[in-house]
């Protein structure tokens, strides 16, 4: 741990500091390993979910080049991921006056204002986001929610039922297009699962977008995603119907490559007139190859879980191995049961 730096710091006495520009001519090199090694820590901290801490850390980066964009936008997302949005909007502001192009953080902008309860400022920066990128689908679905959340200032009953109303027609379209996607009678089974929008659990500050409880045989889709495109929302339901099709409470990287496999090539092949980072990340991986997305799938499933299974019992390992074989293989982890997978 590095403490913050006092008034009285060589650096920050000016004085002093030019005496020792003239005397050291490493100071600069020192300084700039210092923002380095605060930097790293912060990332560290940022990624194992410790947003206080990283925070500290950016801000120490900070104090050495206030015009900093990128420690000021991971100080503004760690904010984010902690439920500060107030006190992210200086630094997403900050961010943006060096990248006023940054359709992603322009809509985090205004998602940070619409949370702070400053509905019409944080429409400005949907508009502009959708100006940018009209087909940006964070941007479209966040303007949709505030002015839902507007009119409910107005008339409540009227709002609650017209977001109910369109939180039903986009489920009734993104359930038929993952149906229709599958080949016919995948889903035969699955007619106990129920679908809705719903509050999901997090992982590492931000809401799963999507999941599957088996003990509920019930998919729940973020209710942040109420107003999104119905082939988006159909998008992560192809996901899910994958962990819904097995029918039991295991998951496992291979699982999970399976599931992110299937979701790529719906994308890829079928969705031409929604821009979506995640998926468009995730179709970029899977059209460099199918290995390409494996490997990513890995490695972000198992910095969640370094616990969770390389095998389960739908998913072996390869196409000419069973998963009983691979499951009965005494290096093989026994696996463990999930309340929620994701």
């Known amino acids: 741990m590095i403490s913050s730096l006092s008034n009285k710091n060589i650096y920050t006495n000016p004085g002093f500091h030019a005496q020792l520009t003239v005397q050291n001519p490493q100071a600069p090199k020192a300084r700039a390993v210092y923002n380095d090694f605060a930097k790293t820590k912060a990332d560290e901290c940022m990624n194992n979910g410790n947003f206080e801490k990283a925070i500290q850390y950016y801000k120490q980066a900070l104090q050495n080049n206030p015009q900093n964009a990128d420690a000021h936008l991971n100080i503004a997302k760690s904010y984010n991921y902690s439920a500060l949005y107030k006190e992210a909007i200086p630094h997403l502001e900050a961010y943006l006056r060096q990248n006023p192009q940054d359709i992603e953080n322009i809509t985090l902008l205004g998602e940070c204002y619409k949370k702070s309860g400053m509905l019409s400022k944080s429409m400005e920066y949907f508009n502009k986001a959708l100006e940018i990128e009209p087909h940006y689908d964070y941007a479209r679905r966040n303007l949709l929610d505030a002015q839902n959340l507007l009119l409910s200032c107005i ?16 489920l009734t379209q993104a359930v038929k297009i993952a149906k229709s996607f599958f080949p016919k009678g995948y889903t035969d089974d699955m007619k ?24 509920k045989r019930k998919i729940s889709v973020t209710d942040e995603y109420t107003y999104a495109d119905p082939k988006l929302t159909g998008a992560y339901l192809i996901h899910e ?41 995730v179709s970029d991986l899977y059209k460099q190859s199918a290995r390409a997305l494996d490997e990513r799938v890995a490695e972000i499933y198992k910095l969640r879980d370094p616990g969770i299974a390389e095998t389960s019992y739908n998913h072996p390992p390869s196409k000419g191995k069973a998963a009983a074989y691979a499951l009965g293989n005494n290096n093989v982890q026994p696996l463990r049961a999930y309340e929620i997978i994701v």
């Open 155 to 170: 008339d409540p009953a009227r709002a609650r039922q017209e977001r109910y109303n369109d939180a039903v027609n986009n």
């Open 241 to 281: 119907f994958v962990h819904g099709k097995d029918n039991d409470p295991y998951t496992s990287v291979r699982e999970e490559q399976d599931a992110y496999r299937v979701q790529a090539e719906y994308w890829v092949n079928n969705v031409k007139d929604v821009y979506d980072p995640e998926m468009d990340y």
């Open 192 to 215: 106990d699962i129920t679908v809705s929008f719903n509050k999901t659990s997090k992982m590492g500050g931000r809401s799963n977008i999507a999941q599957y409880e088996h003990n």
